[in-house]
């Protein structure tokens, strides 16, 4: 199976902050990334796809990249909704697997 | 709008099967994967399995934890995607999220708590 390694697994951060969260894949997956993010008693909300596309309504603060097996979600300008957990996952190869998580915490 | 709706969540002995539904709406069902996929209390996400949309078969795949005691179908007529559950482990216990893939992963259900506990 391949392994997402995702960091860091908590973060603590303040409302105008730029923060970044990374996964890295154990092979190469290409693009084939989604990035998610779950509020607390919540389903998760897909937010980007293809490692940098962003899906329909989300807020331009959200940004993603992709460098070899490495995958970068990018949040800038740090929203108070924005608060919440988040996970990477890959979809090349089953079974499709997921990032630990990432709790993304108002300093 | 689409919908998509798990029921049938419980508590079930060790060893007890369970059979989860997810009822949709609002899109074409058969032409898009559903995916059903679980977080145990506290933890993070887990892929349990899919069936794959009607062009490519409507044939399911499963992780390798569930594979042999759980089962996906579907009835077409109904909308509706089941999770069939037997052998059931304390592992088991978990939030499941039934998910529609019409575009990248990006319809859930509210999810249903199964509990695996004597």
């Known amino acids: ?107 | 709008e689409v919908q998509v709706v798990e029921s049938g969540g419980g508590l079930v002995q060790p060893g007890r099967s369970l059979r989860l539904s997810c009822t949709t709406s609002g899109f074409t069902f058969g032409g898009y994967a559903i995916n059903w996929v679980r977080q145990a209390p506290g933890k993070g996400l887990e892929w349990v399995g899919f069936i794959r949309r009607k062009s490519q078969g409507g044939t399911t795949e499963y992780a390798a934890s569930v594979k042999g005691r759980f089962t996906i179908s579907t009835d077409d007529s109904k909308s509706i995607a089941y999770l069939q559950m037997t052998s059931l482990e304390t592992e088991d216990t978990a939030v499941y999220y039934c998910m529609a893939d019409i575009f990248f992963f990006d319809y859930w259900g509210q999810g249903a708590l199964v509990t695996v506990s004597s």
Not at chain 1, 52 to 76: E, H, K, M, N, Y
Request: hydrophobic share 30%; proline share 6%.
């Open chain 1, 1 to 107: 199976d391949i392994q997402m390694t995702q960091s860091p697994s908590s973060l603590s951060a303040s409302v105008g902050d730029r923060v970044t969260i990374t996964c890295r894949a154990s092979q190469g997956i290409t693009h084939h990334v989604v990035w998610f993010q779950q509020k607390p008693g919540k389903a998760p909300k897909s937010l980007i796809y293809a490692a940098s596309t962003l899906q329909s309504g989300v807020p331009s603060r959200f940004s993603g990249s992709a460098s070899g097996t490495d995958f970068t979600l990018t949040i800038s300008n740090l929203q108070p909704e924005d608060f919440a957990t988040y996970y990477c996952q890959q979809y090349l190869i089953l079974p499709y697997t997921f990032g630990q998580g990432t709790k993304l915490e108002i300093k």
